[in-house]
Structures are given as structure tokens and as C-alpha cells.
């Protein structure tokens, strides 16, 4: 059903499907309005956050973990809290390098990871900041990660990230992918930023370069370590599973052929938890993204070759340092 309703939403205009749709999509909007009616409460220290517009993955978690790198080339301590889709409980927890997903959600155990700054997620996310930062005291900002739409907490800095699909038909939840209506028109605190080639909506904003990384045998990328990392280059050639358990996952296969590899795609649930593995016995070489990676069980993989190829943003300079005026400015 995912999959029929996205078809549907990143089509100019209404389809039969999306049109028959469009009552439960004004009850949305209803909803989501009262939902935001809410006395924001305030965190222990300044907060950023990261979110969409849309449904769906658009580049949150590979920009959540950029800006925290940013942030402390810059100087500054950041944390993350984050609600940790997919998780179970729905209590407060520290994210550790040796977490499991199943119990902190892929997202922030991968960002945990990538940043080494402090993680933690919970249902509340104000209550995930004050246990935050009581824990590290150092923290002086917060990193909320796919929060746009939690009115609760209260925000200096909010950071919109769209990818080159924009904002579809543009109609709201489950019409379109819209979990909150395009303003008319955008306060300061609103960044957008663009995971895209160029501006896929007609408002202004920054252009984040992407690029992939460099593959990375699984068992060395969850030690934390490069050993026998190689160019992508030097899979060409191979014959290729290329596996992608996020919500686009044909971006990440578009840019793995844009690399030169020929693969053989194999697309699977956002958040897909890895019971089993999904490729079939006897493949030699398999290619993951990390929020895979973070689930996989690099001794079950057998004699099968896996990789992993991190999706790497670059914010530009500018960017931070629009980031870092409005946080200088905040309570």
C-alpha cells in the first residue's frame, strides 16, 4: 500500500487514486492543526531541528550527521535526540556504539556512529533533552532529528530538507506526501536545504553536495574502522546485489550506476529489520547502504562479500554559518 499510495503522490496533479483520497487528507489537516496547538516547552540548551515536509526519507539522517560534523569543526558540542522510528518502547534511552536497532531505531544508532556525539531518543523529545543533557553536561546544542512536526518542543533553528522529488501533488497525508501544508510564507528560523541537484520547489534555499563514500567491508565499518576499504571503482565489473532497506531506495541505486557499478537491485521496506538475509545464497558481492548496515550481522553473512557505502553530505560554509548566527541569537 506504501509503495501504491507513493506512485500516486510524486504524479503532477490528482490521480482517481489520490482524488478518492482527499476527505481523509482534510481530516489530516484537521488533525494536525490540533495536534500543534501545544505550549512548546523549551530545552536545557538551544535546539536545531532536522525535518520534511513530505513522507518519507528526503535526506534527514545523512544532514543530521553532516551539521553535527560541521558544528563541532566549528567549535561547538552538539547532541542528538531523536523519537527512533521503529524502535521498541517508547521510553528514554542513551544511544551506545554497541546498541542494537531493534531497541533504538536504525537512524539515531547510525548517527551515533557516524557523529560520536551524544544520542538519545524518546517518544518525548523534550524529556529526551533534559536526560540528555543532564547526562553530558558539555552539550551546548541540540540536534533534533525529524522533529518538524513535534510542536512540543520548542525550536531556534528549523532545517527542511527536500530531495529532487519536491513536494509532489502537493496535497497532504495520504492524498500527497505532505505531513504538514507549504506555508505561504516562511519565518527566519526556516532553513531549507536541498539534498537535490537543484531547487526542486520554488522556494529559496542552499544546495547540499552529495556524494557516496567509498565500500567498506561490513565487519570493519561496525569496528568502526576502514580496513579494506576501496574506491568504488574497483567493484566495477563485479556482478552486484546492490540492497537498500530507506525510503528512496532508488537514489541510492541511480548513483551507484552513476559510479559505474552493474547492479542487480534489490529495493526493501524502510526500516527493514534483517530477520533473514534477503539476497539469495551464494552471492559474492553485495552492496548496503549504512542504515543497513547498522542491523546486518556481519557473521551471518557467510562467504558472501558485503559492503557498505555511506552517503556522505558536504553543507557549504555559508550554510553553517547561517546555522551558527541564529543560534548565538537564541535563549
Not at 239 to 246: K, N
Request: with cysteine.
Amino acid at each position: 500500500m506504501e509503495a501504491l499510495l507513493a506512485r500516486h503522490w510524486w504524479r503532477r496533479g490528482l490521480t482517481l487514486l489520490t482524488a478518492l483520497l482527499l476527505p481523509l487528507s482534510w481530516l489530516y489537516g484537521v488533525l494536525a492543526r490540533r495536534a500543534a496547538r501545544v505550549e512548546p516547552q523549551r530545552a536545557p540548551r538551544p535546539v536545531v531541528v532536522v525535518g520534511n515536509l513530505v513522507a518519507g526519507g528526503a535526506g534527514k539522517t545523512p544532514t543530521v550527521i553532516a551539521l553535527v560534523q560541521a558544528l563541532r569543526a566549528a567549535g561547538r558540542h552538539p547532541g542528538v535526540i531523536s523519537r527512533g522510528h521503529g524502535r521498541r518502547g517508547d521510553g528514554t534511552h542513551e544511544v551506545q556504539p554497541g546498541s542494537v536497532a531493534a531497541a533504538v531505531g536504525d537512524e539515531p544508532l547510525l548517527i551515533r556512529r557516524r557523529a560520536g556525539v551524544p544520542v538519545f531518543v524518546g517518544r518525548d523529545r523534550v524529556a529526551a533533552a533534559r536526560a540528555l543533557c543532564a547526562a553530558h553536561p558539555e552539550v551546548d546544542l541540540l540536534v533534533a532529528d525529524d522533529g518538524l512536526q513535534h510542536a512540543a518542543l520548542a525550536r531556534d533553528v528549523e532545517i527542511v530538507v527536500f530531495d529532487e522529488r519536491g513536494i509532489g501533488n502537493g496535497r497532504l497525508l495520504p492524498a500527497g506526501p505532505l505531513r504538514e501544508p507549504m506555508p505561504a510564507a516562511w519565518p527566519a528560523t526556516r532553513l531549507v536545504l536541498y539534498n537535490a541537484a537543484a531547487p526542486s520547489t520554488a522556494v529559496r534555499g542552499t544546495l547540499a553536495l552529495r556524494r557516496l563514500g567509498d565500500a567498506v567491508p561490513l565487519a570493519a565499518w561496525q569496528a568502526g574502522r576502514a580496513d579494506g576499504a576501496q574506491p568504488l571503482a574497483a567493484l566495477r565489473g563485479r556482478p552486484l546485489v546492490a540492497v537498500a532497506g530507506i525510503a528512496s531506495p532508488e537514489r541510492f541505486f541511480g548513483m551507484l550506476e552513476g559510479a559505474g557499478l552493474a547492479i542487480q537491485r534489490l529495493p526493501l521496506p524502510d526500516h527493514h529489520p534483517y530477520a533473514t538475509l534477503p539476497w539469495p545464497v551464494g552471492t559474492a558481492d553485495v552492496v548496503v547502504t549504512e542504515k543497513d548496515a547498522v542491523k546486518l550481522d556481519a557473521t551471518a553473512c557467510g562467504a558472501t562479500r558485503v559492503w557498505v557505502v555511506g552517503l556522505d553530505f558536504a553543507l557549504p560554509e555559508a550554510f553553517v554559518a547561517q546555522v551558527l548566527r541564529r543560534l548565538d541569537t537564541a535563549p
